[in-house]
């Protein structure tokens, strides 16, 4: 059994196919195939609050390449989900309706709130230690989703119109900003000390230029000399020096900022990167959708 997840993002947009795997009385997946294809549809809805004919038409194909693909790899069942990007531009249903036609590729835009919940749908919690407090930080292109776990349960989850592509553009507002500060300082004051976990594209790609073993976290030093050291480098020099793909290299200084920023105002020392995003939390929805029934 084969399910597939789509996330259509501001920055790309995302294909994960997944083998389900049953074993007695757990049911787990293993990712099969995942791609992802750098669109870029923020710089549309960020800047014009409207996706040109040119992104709207890439999205199609994407969505029909991706269609395709479900068909050959006999996917049995799939979500796909839009976020930050299709959420704020004029012509989202319009888009949606057309992938519904050409695609048959059913599209759901979703709120922040959402998109939250079904990143911890992956259910991390699991994984934690009770006994410990912990801010789980996933930054995307438009937006930044935050949630304060203590014994083992959600306090406080909350998203934010703070992303990569959003800064780049120059779309970030100071009241945002000032908005997140506050719900880290009011959902924290009561935890001694508090452990992060980032999970997006950037925050895998950071820990990997850090070099630290799987399962050993970041620390909030490393990640600021991390970004010292990127932040040295010229655009062209961190895709010609350091090798960073084209769509990479420019959004991973926002994303460090966000992060540090966050890990600053939250006094955390080290964080967690368990390399998990929306579409592992989409194919976890399908596996707890299908398996309750």
């Known amino acids: 059994m084969r399910y597939a997840a789509i996330d259509i993002g501001s920055n790309a947009v995302r294909l994960l196919i997944a083998d389900i795997i049953e074993n007695e009385q757990t049911i787990s997946f293993k990712k099969n195939t995942l791609i992802r294809v750098p669109l870029r549809l923020g710089d549309d809805a960020f800047l014009d609050q409207f996706i040109s004919v040119k992104k709207a038409n890439e999205l199609v194909k994407t ?6 693909l479900m068909d050959v790899y006999k996917v049995t069942d799939y979500l796909a989900y839009a976020t930050s990007a299709m959420r704020e531009t004029k012509n989202g249903p319009q888009i949606v309706e057309r992938i519904k036609s050409e695609t048959q590729i059913d599209l759901e835009i979703i709120n922040g709130q959402k998109e939250a919940n079904i990143i911890y749908s992956s259910h991390i919690e699991q994984t934690l230690d009770k006994n410990k407090n912990y801010l789980y930080i996933d930054v995307g292109g438009g937006s930044t989703e935050l949630s304060i776990f203590s014994e083992n349960k959600i306090v406080a989850s909350r998203s934010f119109n703070i ?19 506050d719900f880290i300082k009011e959902h924290t004051r009561n ?4 452990i992060g976990i980032g999970t997006g594209g950037n925050i895998n790609k950071l ?16 990640l600021k000399a991390l970004y010292n050291y990127l932040d040295s480098f010229s655009l ?30 939250a006094a955390i020392k080290t964080m967690y990167v368990p390399k ?17 029934q």
């Not at 969505?63 to 395709?68: G, K, L, S």
């Not at 989409?282 to 707890?288: A, P, Y």
Request: hydrophobic letters at 40%; aromatic letters at 8%; one cysteine or more.
């Open 191 to 194: 935890y001694k000390s508090i």
């Open 276 to 292: 998990i995003g929306l579409v592992d939390g989409i194919i976890q929805t399908l596996i707890d959708k299908n398996f309750k």
């Open 163 to 181: 992303g990569t592509i959003r800064i780049l553009d120059n779309q970030d507002k100071e009241e945002t900003w000032n908005e997140m500060h």
């Open 236 to 265: 062209k020099d961190r895709i010609n020096v350091l090798g960073l793909n084209h769509d990479r290299a420019d959004v991973i200084i926002p994303a460090c900022e966000i992060y540090i920023t966050l890990m600053k105002w």
């Open 207 to 222: 820990f990997k230029l850090s070099e630290e073993k799987d399962n050993v976290p970041l620390t909030f030093t490393k």
């Open 63 to 68: 969505m029909q390449a991706f269609r395709n």
